[in-house]
């Protein structure tokens, strides 16, 4: 009996597998900026004193443009070390991990900076809680991929929270 390939209406990967390494990758890529760059913002909403001369605009500038840099220092030093290790080349997948690291941190970029245009100051805990719900979610429904309890991946989401909530508090007291 010799082995074929699978044809191609039937699925490469059962239901239920995990995804294949380069979609995985890109979607790994993906989620990570988000996080990064809502952990990151975080810091920089806690960090940053407002004015209350300060437009819901000028606020909501100031988050968006400190997340594109972060997004945009993230880019240069992932096409650097990417080039490092490829011989000076920037291929095809590395370029998709760009696109989806972009992708990531944009939509954390929107999430943020939309409250604070619309509520202005009062945005600020508004879009903290958002961010700090996406990061949240992601612990979540990474405790419930094992498959654990509910309750076992609300207590993962405590802990990642409460972690979470260290990491800003030291960013507190260093000041800024």
Known sequence: MTDHPPKPDSPAEPAGAPHSGTALEVLREAVTMALYI??????VLIATPTSAE??????AVTVALTAIALILAHQVAFRLSTRLLNRGLL?????RLLGAQAAGGIAVVVLATVPILVLGASGLRIAA???ITLVAVVGYVTA???PVSRTRALLYVGVVVFAVGLVLVVKALVGH
């Open 91 to 95: 291929d095809n997948d590395s370029l």
């Open 129 to 131: 809680a958002l961010l």
């Open 54 to 59: 300060e437009s819901s605009t000028q606020l």
């Open 144 to 146: 419930r991929s094992v």
């Open 38 to 43: 809502s952990l990151s913002l975080l810091a």
